[in-house]
């Protein structure tokens, strides 16, 4: 059954400010345990549109032991949504009062430098950046089972993205 519509809005010079309330908080949560974090998806693209949901991206030690992480972060409001031990160990929380996926990776995981290297291709060259939102904006006219559905949709225009950023070493 296909139900679900996904909304792409306009870039929205917010976005940053959003992630950086939440590093904030991130931050203040974790302390020495955040080893990296970093604002990743299509909010983080200057003059890309996106579902505008900010996602983030948090390097910890073991995204597994949740025990050295999570109570802290729900103690400040974020909520685990699932958790995908079969893929990088994987967890994603949602945000208190902001739509937010923040996505929980250990410290060495292959899918944290995929995700950076994409991002920092689409923001250093527009090309591929207005090529991925025409993509993106046609595959929003449908409507999708999923969510998972709709990214998954994205897949061939994303890997063939990436596989130039990973070739070039971004």
Same mark, same amino acid.
């Given at each position: ?49 996106? =579902?505008?949901?900010? &996602? ?10 949740? &025990? ?20 990088? +160990?994987?967890?994603?929380? =949602?945000?208190?009062?902001? &739509? ?14 995929? /995700? ?16 991925? $939102?025409?993509? =993106? ?19 061939? /225009?994303? $890997? +063939? ?10």
């Amino acid at each position: 059954m296909n139900n679900v519509r996904i909304r792409l809005a306009e870039y929205d010079p917010a976005w940053p400010a959003l992630f950086d309330r939440e590093a904030v908080r991130i931050r203040a949560a974790l302390g020495v345990r955040v080893l990296q974090l970093e604002h990743t998806g299509s909010t983080s693209v200057t003059g890309l549109s996106a =579902k505008p949901v900010i &996602d983030l991206l948090l390097v910890v030690d073991s995204s597994a032991n949740e &025990d050295a992480y999570l109570p802290s972060l729900e103690a400040v409001g974020y909520a685990l949504k699932f958790r995908e031990p079969e893929w990088y +160990e994987h967890r994603l929380l =949602k945000g208190p009062d902001t &739509d937010v996926n923040l996505h929980v990776f250990s410290m060495g995981c292959e899918e944290v430098r995929r /995700i950076l290297a994409f991002r920092d291709w689409l923001r250093a060259h527009p090309d591929d950046r207005d090529r991925y $939102e025409r993509i =993106k904006r046609a595959l929003v006219r449908e409507s999708w089972a999923s969510v998972d559905d709709y990214a998954r949709a994205k897949s061939e /225009i994303v $890997e +063939e993205v990436l596989s130039r950023a990973l070739e070039h070493n971004i």
